[in-house]
C-alpha cells in the first residue's frame, strides 16, 4: 500500500511505476499534486483502490484504468478533470468497481450509459458479499533495524459524500456501492438503465445540467440510502413508484422544474420541504402549497401586476382613438374651409406656370456695326397671367445658343455688345423649341 494523504504534496505524480507493481492501494488524497495522472498506473495488476481526491490534477477521465479487473474503488473528485466520458474500449470498462466518485470536477456530456451498462458488481444486492476488503500488512522491528513485513488485515479508510454531508468510511465493505457525477457539466437525461444498478447505496448527481424526467425505474434499487437530484433541470412529476424504497434516509430533489403532487407514504413522509424547495410546480405535504391550486399565479403577482398591466392598455386605447379621431376632424376643417374660400386658396397657393417666350438676338462689333441678329426661345415661369406680355416679375432659363453667343461676346476683341428686345405677340411652343432651349 501508499498512503499518503494530507501531506502537503506538490509537484507532478511520479511517472513510473514499473511492471512489477505490486501496490494494491494508493491514497494521495489531499495534496496539492498537479498534471497528469501517469499512464504507468496501469503496471499495477492488483490495484484494487485509487483515490487521489483533492488536488489540482488537470487531465480527461482516466479511462486506460479501467484495464485493471481488481479496480473496485476510483476517488478522483476535487480536481480539474474534464471532458466527455465516452464509451469504453474493449477491456478498459471498470466492470469490478463498486465505488466511483467524480464530483465537483468539469466533466461535459451525457451521463456515460456505455459505462453504466459495464459496471456489473454494481448490479448485485447480495448481503452474502458484505466481507471486509483491505489488505493485510503487519510491521515487525527487531535488532538491529530490520524490518519484517507480514500480512495482517489493513482496514481501507475513504470519505465520501453521503446522505448530505462528506462521511469517512473507516471500512468499506465490497457490499457498498456509489456513484458520486455531483457538480460537473453533464447533460441530457437520465438513462432508465440506472434502475439495473440494484446494487446501489448512494447515488449522487446533483449540481449538473441534467433534463428530463426523474426514471421511475429507480424504484428498483431497493438498498438506496441516499438519493440527490438537487440543482438540475429535471421536469415532470416525482414517480409514485420511489415510495417502495424503504431503505431510503436521503431524497433531495430541491431546485428543478417539477411538478405535481408529492409521493406520500413509508419514507417519503421523513422528508422535510428542504427536499423539495425551488420547484414551483410541486404541491403536498411538506410544502405548503395545496395541490388544488398547483398551477394558479401567485397572488402577490395578480396583486401587482394586473392593475398596472390593465392601466397600460387603457392609455394605449385612448391614444389611439385620439389619433384617428384626430385625423377625422382635421381632414373635414380642411374640406369646409377649402370649399368656403376657393377663388383665395387659388389666387395664394396656385404653381406657377410654365410658359415660352420668343425674343431677339443682336450682337454688335465694336466699329457698331450688326454682326448677328436672330430670334430665340427663353423658357419662363411665371406668377401672374401667362398671357401678359410683360417681362417683369418673370424667372427666365436662357437656352443654350444665347449662352455660346454671351460667351463669345467675353471672350472676343471685336464684339462689343449683346441686345436682346422683347418681341410682341411672338410666344412659342416649348415643346418645338426644347431642342434650341437644351
Known amino acids: 500500500m501508499l498512503n499518503l494523504e494530507r501531506n502537503n504534496l506538490h509537484g507532478n505524480i511520479p511517472a513510473t511505476y514499473p511492471e512489477s507493481c505490486n501496490l494494491r492501494w494508493i491514497n494521495l488524497n489531499g495534496n496539492r499534486l498537479e498534471g497528469n495522472m501517469p499512464r504507468s498506473l496501469v503496471n499495477c495488476k492488483n490495484l484494487e483502490v485509487l483515490d487521489v481526491g483533492h488536488n489540482h490534477i488537470n487531465d480527461t477521465f482516466p479511462s486506460w484504468l479501467g484495464g485493471l479487473s481488481k479496480l473496485h474503488i476510483l476517488v478522483l473528485r476535487h480536481n480539474h478533470f474534464h471532458g466527455i466520458l465516452g464509451h469504453p474500449k474493449?477491456?478498459?470498462?471498470?466492470?469490478?468497481?463498486?465505488?466511483?466518485?467524480?464530483?465537483?470536477?468539469?466533466?461535459?456530456?451525457?451521463?456515460?450509459?456505455?459505462?453504466?451498462?459495464?459496471?456489473?458488481?454494481?448490479k448485485h444486492d447480495n448481503e452474502s458479499e458484505s466481507i471486509a476488503?483491505?489488505?493485510?500488512?503487519?510491521?515487525?522491528?527487531?535488532?538491529?533495524?530490520?524490518?519484517?513485513?507480514?500480512?495482517?488485515?489493513?482496514?481501507y479508510s475513504i470519505t465520501i459524500a453521503n446522505k448530505g454531508n462528506d462521511m469517512q468510511y473507516a471500512r468499506v465493505l465490497t457490499v457498498f456501492r456509489v456513484i458520486d457525477f455531483s457538480s460537473n457539466y453533464f447533460t441530457g437525461?437520465?438513462?432508465?438503465?440506472?434502475?439495473?444498478?440494484r446494487g446501489l447505496q448512494v447515488l449522487n448527481l446533483s449540481n449538473n445540467n441534467l433534463k428530463g424526467g426523474i426514471p421511475s425505474s429507480l424504484a428498483n434499487i431497493t438498498d438506496l440510502e441516499s438519493l440527490d437530484l438537487s440543482n438540475n433541470r429535471l421536469s415532470g412529476e416525482i414517480p409514485q413508484s420511489l415510495t417502495q424504497l424503504t431503505s431510503l434516509e436521503v431524497f433531495n430533489v430541491s431546485h428543478n422544474l417539477l411538478k405535481g403532487p408529492i409521493p406520500q407514504g413509508r419514507q417519503f413522509g421523513t422528508f422535510d420541504s428542504s427536499s423539495f424547495a425551488g420547484n414551483l410546480g410541486l404541491c403536498g405535504t411538506p410544502l405548503s402549497q395545496e395541490c388544488g391550486n398547483t398551477f394558479e399565479p401567485p397572488p402577490a403577482a395578480i396583486t401587482n401586476d394586473g392593475p398596472e398591466e390593465d392601466s397600460m392598455l387603457i392609455d394605449w386605447i385612448i391614444r389611439y382613438v385620439g389619433c384617428i379621431s384626430g385625423f377625422a376632424v382635421g381632414c373635414a376643417l380642411e374640406k369646409y374651409f377649402t370649399d368656403r374660400n376657393h377663388e383665395w386658396f387659388v389666387?395664394?397657393?396656385?404653381?406657377?406656370?410654365?410658359?415660352?417666350?420668343?425674343?431677339?438676338?443682336?450682337?454688335?462689333?465694336?466699329?457698331?456695326?450688326?454682326?448677328?441678329?436672330?430670334?430665340?426661345?427663353?423658357?419662363?415661369?411665371?406668377?401672374?397671367?401667362?398671357?401678359?406680355?410683360?417681362?417683369?416679375?418673370?424667372?427666365?432659363?436662357?437656352?443654350?445658343?444665347?449662352?455660346?453667343?454671351?460667351?463669345?461676346?467675353?471672350?472676343?476683341?471685336?464684339?462689343?455688345?449683346?441686345?436682346?428686345?422683347?418681341?410682341?405677340?411672338?410666344?412659342?411652343?416649348?415643346?418645338?423649341?426644347?431642342?434650341?432651349?437644351?
Request: glycine share 4%; aromatic share 8%.
Open 133 to 155: 476488503s483491505g489488505t493485510t500488512v503487519e510491521f515487525h522491528v527487531t535488532m538491529p533495524g530490520v524490518i519484517d513485513v507480514e500480512m495482517t488485515k489493513y482496514n
Open 90 to 122: 474493449v477491456g478498459h470498462d471498470f466492470h469490478s468497481l463498486h465505488i466511483i466518485d467524480l464530483s465537483k470536477n468539469f466533466h461535459i456530456g451525457d451521463l456515460p450509459l456505455a459505462y453504466l451498462q459495464k459496471w456489473d458488481a454494481m
Open 189 to 197: 437525461r437520465i438513462p432508465n438503465f440506472v434502475g439495473e444498478l
Open 347 to 438: 389666387e395664394t397657393f396656385q404653381r406657377k406656370k410654365r410658359g415660352c417666350k420668343l425674343v431677339s438676338v443682336s450682337l454688335f462689333s465694336k466699329s457698331m456695326s450688326l454682326v448677328v441678329r436672330t430670334s430665340l426661345p427663353i423658357e419662363l415661369w411665371r406668377d401672374d397671367n401667362p398671357d401678359d406680355e410683360r417681362l417683369s416679375n418673370i424667372h427666365t432659363i436662357p437656352c443654350k445658343k444665347l449662352n455660346q453667343m454671351y460667351s463669345a461676346l467675353q471672350n472676343s476683341s471685336t464684339l462689343s455688345f449683346l441686345l436682346i428686345a422683347q418681341m410682341p405677340k411672338r410666344n412659342c411652343d416649348l415643346n418645338k423649341n426644347e431642342e434650341n432651349r437644351s
